[in-house]
């Protein structure tokens, strides 16, 4: 049996719309026991996802000389947004129902990681994000992905420039 993410996903999503107040956007994860809520246009479509640590931003003060017109998507506009819109964090990294399912397995503090992915790119953040998680000493990686798209273009998402900047240190 294949076993895509459409076998494990939730089928109620609970979400918010990009002008959802803050305290509305606070008061569903909490209703309803999540730590994230996807940001959906009128179409449905998910243009983000605010969690609780962008809500926690609120309660922080933002750094002398880094104010939201500074960094316009840095925390300290996010410390004074007041709804999901300048809360979340854009794009949504998302995966299609029909995608395969990555089996994970730890055996003596090693993560072997199977399946099949759409791109490279993922595969390559995937491995990285399991790495990262303490207790874990090694990742044996051995996806697969549809297209290796490593050479077609840098990928600027936030996640991939967090993991170059790591990789220049």
């Known amino acids: 049996m294949s076993w895509t993410v459409a076998t494990v996903m939730a089928k109620e999503v609970v979400t918010v719309p990009p002008g959802a107040a803050y305290k509305e956007v606070a ?9 994230a809520l996807p940001v959906v246009d009128p179409e449905h479509r998910v243009i983000g996802v605010v969690s609780e640590a962008d809500l926690l931003l609120k309660e922080e003060r933002p750094m002398p000389g880094r104010g939201p017109l500074a960094d316009p ?10 709804n999901a819109a300048a809360l979340m964090t854009s794009p949504a990294v998302t995966v299609r129902p029909g995608a395969s399912l990555t089996t994970v397995a730890v ?3 090693v993560v072997r990681l199977e399946g099949e992915l759409e791109t490279c790119s993922l595969g390559r953040i995937l491995t990285r994000l399991v790495g990262a998680v303490e207790g874990v000493v090694g990742v044996d990686s051995r996806l697969r992905w549809k297209l290796d798209d490593t050479g077609l273009r840098p990928d600027t998402s936030p996640l991939a420039l967090h993991f170059a900047a790591d990789e220049r240190e």
């Not at 008061?27 to 730590?35: A, G, L, T």
């Not at 998507?73 to 007041?82: L, N, S, T």
Request: glycine share 10%; no cysteine.
């Open 73 to 82: 998507q840095g925390d300290a506009a996010k410390a004074v947004a007041r």
């Open 27 to 35: 008061e569903r994860m909490h209703e309803h026991r999540v730590s």
């Open 107 to 109: 055996e003596d503090g």
